[in-house]
Nanobody
Framework: QVHLVESGGGLVQPGGSLRLSCAASGFTLDYYAIGWFRQAPGKEREGVSCISSSDGSTYYADSVKGRFTISRDNAKNTVYLQMNSLKPEDTAVYYC????????????????????WGQGTQVTVSS
């Protein structure tokens, strides 16, 4: 059974950094693309970043490009989201997601109906 667990969230000041982790169990994470999403109160869920399994290609939302970096450690079956230069508008619950039918993210990856989700981790950027 596919199981994803996010961790690494917390409270950070503007300009600070956090590294989120998405640990997988029940499947080999490097076979599938992994996406990071976030949802702030009262807002729609937003696709943040995605990493492909097929070629390792990465995708970022314009709002985080140049500040966030997605990576994977296949030996640890974990995907990371390094978040630097955090802004108050980055405050949200962050989720990782995967699907056994998605190997390469593609430019519209955020619209794919991912079928496995983690429980989320809260990120709060505030002074």
């Amino acid at each position: 059974q596919v199981h994803l667990v996010e961790s690494g969230g917390g409270l950070v000041q503007p300009g600070g950094s956090l590294r989120l982790s998405c640990a997988a169990s029940g499947f080999t994470l490097d076979y599938y693309a992994i996406g990071w999403f976030r949802q702030a109160p009262g807002k729609e869920r937003e696709g943040v970043s995605c990493i492909s399994s097929s070629d390792g290609s990465t995708y970022y939302a314009d709002s985080v490009k140049g500040r966030f970096t997605i990576s994977r450690d296949n030996a640890k079956n974990t995907v990371y989201l390094q978040m630097n230069s955090l802004k108050p508008e980055d405050t949200a619950v962050y989720y990782c997601a995967t699907d056994e039918f998605l190997r390469r993210c593609g430019s519209r990856w955020y619209g794919f109906p991912f079928n496995s989700w983690g429980q989320g981790t809260q990120v709060t950027v505030s002074s």
